[in-house]
């Protein structure tokens, strides 16, 4: 069934206070509502409504098994849904929050099993975007939100993106412009012995290790082949995907450039190809190949899920891309490159 879908421009900056009240109303009835964060676009439902909850997933087409972040505005917030929360959750908020770090803390009865997939376990976050955190403290409840995409293509950093994904599915989408991180949060696991985080993101593991030394990087968050996590959205199934092949080549920056120009070259003569080139200041010149290029970490993690919808939008079939170091934001980005390739090759 169609609805009217509302769209609420705002200034990021200074979002109107009416608008954002209209959309808080919305969520308290029940309602879903799409807002920007400083990461991604989220798809947001009043956290302690499991049939607004179970909304998100219908709407997304997304896995039941795969828990959602809770966002909230304040500590207090925290202690409502979390059963305890220890010392070290308390150390990385006072260096991380509000931003873009998610903890899996055990959670309270009054957060419903839709929302963290059955486990006891619960995701939660406090995002920095003014318009995130004001729709979180003028809603008065902590708001559930995956990002707002179809499950298992691109997340959305713009509106735009959101409108091409739910328009005339959800009752509202607020249009805070471009987000400015890119990539979804970086997501830790708190609930074991040793702190291990589980999904890379805008808060690196070189960050997280100088507030907590015992911090564990988990495989999956290498996004390795056989490496699930039940607790971390994200990390259970092929996520971020273009329609077009994704073809991920690695291996050394120059020898993967290589190869992926190269192959690109050869799909060329019968598909309609995009190369994409990553972390090099050089842009090849391919006849009837749509060549994109990015230098900087930040920059590709900025704009590496708009790029992957505008190659869809131009009807690519395949996109070649190389692989990058996984120092610092680089983990973050391969972890999203590898969740959406169809095929990865060493060379």
């Known amino acids: 069934m169609v609805m009217k879908t509302l769209i609420l421009k705002v200034n990021p900056n200074r979002p109107a206070l009416s608008k ?39 709407a997304k087409g997304r896995p039941l098994d795969n828990p959602i972040i809770v966002h909230i505005y304040s500590i207090e917030q925290l202690y409502e849904i979390a059963k305890k929360v220890p010392k070290r959750a308390l150390m990385l908020a006072k260096s991380f929050w509000p931003g873009p770090l998610t903890m899996i803390l055990r959670k309270k009865a009054c957060i ?39 499950s298992g293509r691109p997340s959305p950093t713009n509106a735009k993106h959101v409108i091409e994904d739910f328009k005339g599915k959800i009752a509202c989408i607020i249009d805070g412009g471009n987000t ?30 100088k507030v907590l030394s015992e911090l564990k990087v988990h495989e999956v968050a290498r996004a390795d082949k056989n490496a699930r ?21 690695e291996g050394a920056k120059e020898k993967a450039i290589e190869k992926a120009t190269e192959l690109a070259k050869r799909f060329a003569e019968k598909k309609k190809v995009a190369l994409l080139i990553l972390a090099s200041k050089k842009k090849p010149r391919l006849k009837g190949v749509i060549v994109k290029r990015l230098y900087q970490k930040s920059s590709i993690a900025k704009r590496l899920f708009a790029l992957l919808r505008e190659l869809d939008s131009k009807n690519v079939d395949i996109i070649i891309v190389n692989a990058i170091d996984e120092k610092e934001l680089g983990l973050a980005i391969m972890n999203r490159l590898r969740r959406a390739s169809s095929e990865r090759l060493k060379v």
């Open 20 to 58: 954002i009240r209209l959309a808080a109303k919305l969520l308290e009835e029940g309602k879903l509502v799409a807002f920007p964060t400083e990461t991604v676009y989220g798809l947001g439902a009043n956290a302690f409504d499991e049939r607004a909850v179970k909304k998100i997933f219908e």
């Open 112 to 150: 419903p099993d839709a929302v963290t997939a059955g486990l006891d376990t619960i995701a939660i976050r406090m995002p920095s975007h003014k318009v995130a955190r004001l729709l979180c403290k003028e809603a008065k409840l902590p708001i559930a939100a995956p990002s707002a995409n179809l």
């Open 180 to 209: 400015n991180i890119g990539l979804e949060s970086t997501v830790v696991d708190l609930t074991a012995k040793r702190a291990t985080l589980l999904r890379p993101g805008g808060i690196t593991a070189e960050q997280l290790s």
């Open 229 to 249: 996590v039940a607790k971390s959205p994200g990390t259970k199934y092929r996520h971020y995907a273009p329609k077009a092949k994704l073809i991920l080549v």
